[in-house]
């Protein structure tokens, strides 16, 4: 087609100002990212509790599962270790020592040389035990000690 158009020319460029350079900006970014993620691990012991604290609330739930005959809830909160060499149905024998237990208290202990929890119980004639807990994916009971 000829003829006269409207707009003759090409069109203007859309940014004709010298770029600017915001180096600022990208720091701000990446600063922004490493403040957050050192903030994220410094919480995680807020909201996951400490070493001790998990150590005692597995070993509440596990004592609590074998009061109530759970044997399966106590089956899945033993360490691997534990698993191989219990069955379910034996796991009472094993741990309880005569009816309900309280947890009083836990210390920092080791285990074939791999840093563990032993969670003191207190049962109900009066007799204390030590429960391991040790780290595999979270809190395990991984043994007994009178």
């Known amino acids: 087609m000829n003829g006269p158009f409207l707009y003759d020319d ?10 600017r350079n915001r180096p600022w900006l990208l720091l701000a970014i990446f600063g922004g990212t ?5 903030l994220m691990v410094l ?9 001790e604290e998990q150590s005692r609330e597995v070993v509440g739930v596990f004592l609590s599962a074998l009061n109530q005959g759970d044997t399966d809830t106590a089956f899945q909160l033993l360490c691997q270790e534990e698993r191989a060499r219990l069955a379910p149905d034996e796991i009472a024998a094993a741990y309880v020592v005569d009816g309900p237990g309280e947890v009083t208290g836990a210390e920092e202990a080791t285990l074939d040389g791999e840093p563990a929890q032993r969670v003191q119980v207190e049962w109900s004639d009066g007799s204390t035990s030590g429960l391991t807990v040790v780290n595999e ?5 991984c043994g007994v000690t009178a």
């Open 10 to 19: 090409d069109p203007a460029p859309l940014h004709t100002g010298t770029p």
């Open 34 to 38: 490493v403040v957050l993620g050192v």
């Open 43 to 51: 919480a995680l012991p807020v909201l996951k509790g400490s070493a």
């Open 137 to 141: 994916d979270g809190p395990h009971v």
